[in-house]
C-alpha cells in the first residue's frame, strides 16, 4: 500500500548540485520520518540524512553536512534531497526510506518500514 517513488539522479561533475525527489503514498504524510541512506558499490549502506514532516527538523551525517539539505513540500507528498558542492566521494546509489515514529533514532535501518527504489548519483572529478 505504501509506496515512495524517487525521481531526479544522474550525472555531474564535481562542485555541481543535484536534487533527488521522494513522493510518497499510501500513509499520512504529516507524521512521517524521511531518511535518505545511500550505498557506494561494495560498501555498506549509510545514512545522509532525515527530516521529521511534522516539525521538518533535519538531522545530516557529518559527511554532508552543510552541503545537502532535506526539504519538504508537503501539498506533493514529496521530501526533497538537494546536493550542492557535490564530491567524488557522493557517488552511489541514494534511497529514501520511512518510519511513522522515532523510534530506533536515526539511520537504524530495520526501523524504516517502507523503501523507494534507489536513483543513481554519480560525480566525477
Known amino acids: 500500500q505504501v509506496q515512495l517513488v524517487q525521481s531526479g539522479g544522474g550525472s555531474v561533475q564535481a562542485g555541481g548540485s543535484l536534487t533527488l525527489s521522494c513522493a510518497v503514498s499510501?500513509?499520512?504524510?504529516?507524521?512521517?520520518?524521511v531518511a535518505w541512506f545511500r550505498q557506494a558499490p561494495g560498501k555498506e549502506r549509510e545514512g545522509v540524512g532525515q527530516?521529521?514532516?511534522?516539525?521538518?527538523?533535519?538531522y545530516y551525517a557529518a559527511s554532508v553536512r552543510g552541503r545537502f539539505t532535506i526539504s519538504q513540500d508537503k501539498a506533493k507528498n514529496t521530501v526533497y534531497l538537494q546536493m550542492n558542492s557535490l564530491k567524488p566521494e557522493d557517488t552511489a546509489m541514494y534511497y529514501c526510506?520511512?518510519?511513522?515514529?522515532?523510534?530506533?533514532?536515526?539511520?537504524?535501518?530495520?526501523?524504516?518500514?517502507?523503501w523507494g527504489q534507489g536513483t543513481q548519483v554519480s560525480v566525477s572529478s
Open positions: 527530516l521529521s514532516t511534522n516539525d521538518e527538523s533535519t
Open positions: 526510506a520511512a518510519k511513522r515514529t522515532p523510534v530506533g533514532g536515526y539511520f537504524n535501518e530495520g526501523t524504516y518500514y517502507d
Open positions: 499510501g500513509v499520512t504524510f504529516r507524521r512521517l520520518y
